[in-house]
């Protein structure tokens, strides 16, 4: 009888254990171009601008989100909007670092955190890009990383 219980009790847990195992995801249509693959994500602070790094050893980093958030009111729980200009540079920078940096203009995309980004605490979000080269390809993440300074 106690064998059963402890199965049970195991079946229960399993399903928990694979719904929290990761909360950092990189997928959409980018992966028909290259790798999305990764092995851990990196929150870079720097003044105030946030770089979202998805690490992969191997090959490069397939994605980083460089992420300007001054002089927005509101950071914590907002939409914010990457193609919106500050000082006349846009709010956010898609790369991707393998043997060299390449750039991917932003068509659209918004980035939402959970919190101020700030060092050494948890930040987790979210975002959604369409890049205009190659045209129309998507790239979304999830994330979830303790913020470090450079």
Known sequence: MTRRVHWVLAALALPCLSCSSNANKLYGSMSQIYD??????????????????????SSGDPAVLIVDFANIQNVA???????????????????????????????????????????GSQL?????????LPAGYTLDGNFSATVTAP
């Open 124 to 132: 987790t979000g979210t975002f959604d890009i369409t890049v205009t």
């Open 36 to 57: 999305l693959s990764f092995n851990r994500v990196n929150i870079v602070l720097e003044g105030s601008s946030a770089s979202i790094e998805y690490v992969d050893n």
């Open 77 to 119: 729980g907002s939409s914010i909007d990457l193609t919106q200009l500050d000082s006349g540079q846009p709010r956010g920078v898609l790369q991707r670092i393998s043997n060299v940096t390449t750039d991917f203009p932003i068509e659209r995309g918004t980035v939402t955190f959970d919190q101020v980004p700030q060092v």
